[in-house]
């Protein structure tokens, strides 16, 4: 048998038995579990039932009411007053609805399964694009993207999947469906909009294909949600998730968090921060154009905006820092990198592969990390009413202590996100300095 069926086979024996039982637990509403309960699933799972009955939901209210009752089939309680937005966009929570038009107790052991595959079904894309072995895919994205996202219920594998098919179909000249794919990766809109630009700048054959898709998924939010509730996503969902979690050094990994924890304004950590991102996405889009034209390989294109985007930013988690992943690896299947290069590359990826702050949140690290957690506060009246959105009451509550906190210092948080950084910063000089290697010496003088 194949190295990499068997590993597959592996996943899906492991994570099919478990689905099951949380699905036979959850009716029973007797037990809490863990990675078959996850939070983000949980708000995406109501947000996406909020829509189909009608409501807007990116409102606290009925999103928290939802959520709250979808805790208790597990026989969890929430934190009194929290309420988890979902900032998902609108055609997101359209794809969502068959899985949330199911009993929450099905629903949640269902996405596990699939979560599990679609990491998989990443794993086996990123194997066929760089000749790796399919171990080798499955444990670099492994920490990363799956030890982090599954538990939390993220769409990153999904989008980690779309990327590295995308990423194939170009390779293969399959335009129109590399642009679909792509297009679909505004699922997290500031890890797809990269790849977006990238192929329409530097691939005219994917434009049909971007354009419609993008018109048909316009259409699809539209259409469910109306036009104001999806502007009000982009102009006011979007900008109030950025600032929810600027003060939240622990979990942030982008440059706004940073400057915060650093004394820096809200306003002006968001303003860096964004231009940090603009800043990156244009360098992105450039380096991979310049690598796909020297390797003609237009994977590049694909996969390199993204991993860019992550350097810096607004809001990023540790999950959304997986997609770097890909990229780091199609260069290093490319063969650029090359002696000491190739080292640093390898040493980059290593970095990159492994949660440093997931793992220093587990047994038994976190107790000699974190000795002296503060625990949550009670927190009294949170707006909530109709207008409310859900960011706000989140905004209101994490100030208010209602989530505790770990104790962590800066310079403790700051320490654990130095090998992160350091392999984001090592791949986007190793592939800027590979991509326009040479171009002094070939210039007229």
């Excluded at 444990?139 to 769409?155: D, E, K, R």
């Amino acid at each position: 048998m194949r190295p990499r069926i068997l590993v597959l086979l592996v996943l899906l024996a492991l994570s099919t038995p478990l689905a099951l039982w949380s699905a036979a637990r959850g009716i029973g509403a007797r037990q809490a579990t863990l990675v078959t309960n996850p939070a983000d699933f949980r708000a995406f799972y109501c947000a996406s039932r909020v829509m189909l009955a009608g409501g807007d939901p990116y409102r606290t209210e009925p999103l928290r009411t939802c959520e709250r009752a979808a805790a208790r089939d597990y026989g969890l309680a929430m934190l009194d007053g929290l309420v988890l937005p979902a900032p998902l966009p609108p055609f997101a929570l359209v794809l969502l609805a068959p899985i949330a038009a199911l009993p929450f107790t099905v629903a949640s052991p269902l996405w596990l399964a699939l979560s599990v595959m679609l990491f998989s079904v990443g794993a086996l894309l990123l194997t066929k694009l760089t000749k790796f072995p399919f171990y080798a895919s499955v444990a670099t994205l492994g920490g990363a993207v799956a030890y982090v996202s599954v538990p939390l219920g993220q769409v990153v594998p999904l989008v980690v999947a779309l990327l590295c098919g995308a990423a194939l179909a170009l390779r293969r000249e399959r335009f129109a469906l590399a642009g679909a794919l792509v297009a679909l990766t505004a699922i997290e809109p500031h890890l797809g909009l990269p790849a977006a630009l990238a192929l329409f700048a530097c691939e005219r054959r994917t434009r049909v294909a971007l354009a419609a898709a993008a018109a048909a998924l316009a259409a699809v939010s539209v259409a469910a949600l109306g036009i104001a509730t999806c502007r009000d996503y982009l102009l006011v969902v979007l900008p109030l998730h950025a600032l929810s979690q600027v003060d939240d050094f622990g979990i942030q990994f982008g440059l706004t968090a940073l400057l915060r924890s650093l004394g820096a304004t809200p306003h002006d950590a968001l303003l860096y921060g964004g231009l940090s991102y603009a800043a990156a996405v244009a360098g992105g889009i450039a380096v991979a154009g310049a690598l796909a034209r020297r390797t003609r390989d237009a994977a590049f294109l694909a996969l390199v905006p993204p991993a860019f985007a992550v350097v810096g930013g607004t809001f990023l988690h540790l999950a959304q820092v997986g997609v770097a992943i890909p990229a780091l690896v199609l260069l290093l299947a490319s063969g650029a990198p090359a002696g000491r290069l190739r080292a640093l590359a390898f040493a980059a990826l290593v970095a990159l592969s492994i949660p440093w702050r997931s793992v220093a949140d587990a047994p038994p690290f976190a107790a000699v990390l974190w000795p002296h957690p503060s625990p949550p506060r009670p927190v009294g009246a949170l707006p909530a009413g109709p207008d409310t959105y859900a960011e706000t009451t989140e905004i209101a509550f994490r100030r208010a202590g209602g989530y505790g906190s770990n104790g962590g210092s800066t310079l403790e948080e700051l320490a654990l996100k130095l090998p992160t950084w350091g392999a984001l910063l090592a791949f986007a000089a190793l592939a800027a300095g590979l991509a326009f290697r040479g171009r002094r010496k070939a210039a007229p003088s």
